[in-house]
């Protein structure tokens, strides 16, 4: 079974539609072929109109970075996935420690937005990852098997062999403190065994497993050999054409 590598940008709450363009017009012609790598931005919902239109005919895929998991309703402020899907948007990523974090959201509240991103025919980037003092104690992979499990809550093994899981830790976010690719490794493992666990070998086998914290063009390479690793979810250094060229790029 081989694995479409998928090397993501979470652009997190940076660029605006003119600098979405322009980034755009930079990489669009430089991206390897979608078989080989996966190249995907995830940009802030005001920017997607903007990413869809210039990316179009180009080997970049577009995903969002939130979405809500009712379709249309009294729910202000809200991104509807139906609209999503409508404009185009593939990915959708849930569950990130920000969102966690800043917006608390649960396991549950992500549980459904993986339903709804599935049932308008995009694919969720579940994301986990412990924080420092869980790793300190020991019980890192206690907390992350728990969120996985509570993340796929009443999902088909045809939808999670669809799926894209993001192994974040929390302390290499942002921090430029990396986990070494073994350590990313035994997490990405782990979180495969965990799928084959509550589902099948060969829906582990499909499963799709990113890292993610402080990845760039320096360790991708490194990471990217592990066995576990299929991708990456990059904040800071997918910002800048040349360094999202070189990651994307990182088999050349
Ligand atoms: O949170 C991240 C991607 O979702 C990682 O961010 P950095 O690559 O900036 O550490």
Known sequence: ????????????????????????????DQLPDSSKVESLICAPAVD????????EGSNLHVGAEN?????????????SPAVLKE???????????????????????????AKAIFANGMTPILCCGESLETREA??????????IKAGL????????SKLVIAYEPIW???????????????????????VKDLYNEETAENVRIQYGGSVKPANVKE???????????????SLKPDSYLALVNYQD
């Open 67 to 79: 979405c809500y998991w009712e379709n249309s309703g009294a729910f202000t402020g809200e991104t």
């Open 87 to 113: 404009m185009g948007v593939q990915y959708v990523i849930i569950g990130h420690s920000e969102r966690r974090g800043y917006f608390h959201e649960t396991d549950e509240d992500i549980n459904k937005k």
């Open 172 to 194: 290499a976010i942002g921090t430029g403190k990396t986990a070494s690719s073994d350590q990313a490794e035994e997490m990405c493992k782990t979180i495969r065994e965990t």
């Open 48 to 55: 997607l109109d903007a990413l869809l239109k210039a990316a």
């Open 1 to 28: 079974m081989s694995r479409t590598p998928i090397i993501a940008g979470n652009w997190k709450l940076n660029m605006n539609p003119k600098e979405t363009v322009e980034f755009v017009n930079a990489v669009k």
């Open 223 to 237: 990471l990217m050999a592990k066995p576990d690793i299929d991708g990456g979810l990059v904040g800071g250094a």
């Open 138 to 147: 020991g019980k890192e992979n206690e907390w992350v098997v728990s969120q």
């Open 153 to 160: 809550e009443g999902l088909t093994s045809e939808q999670v």
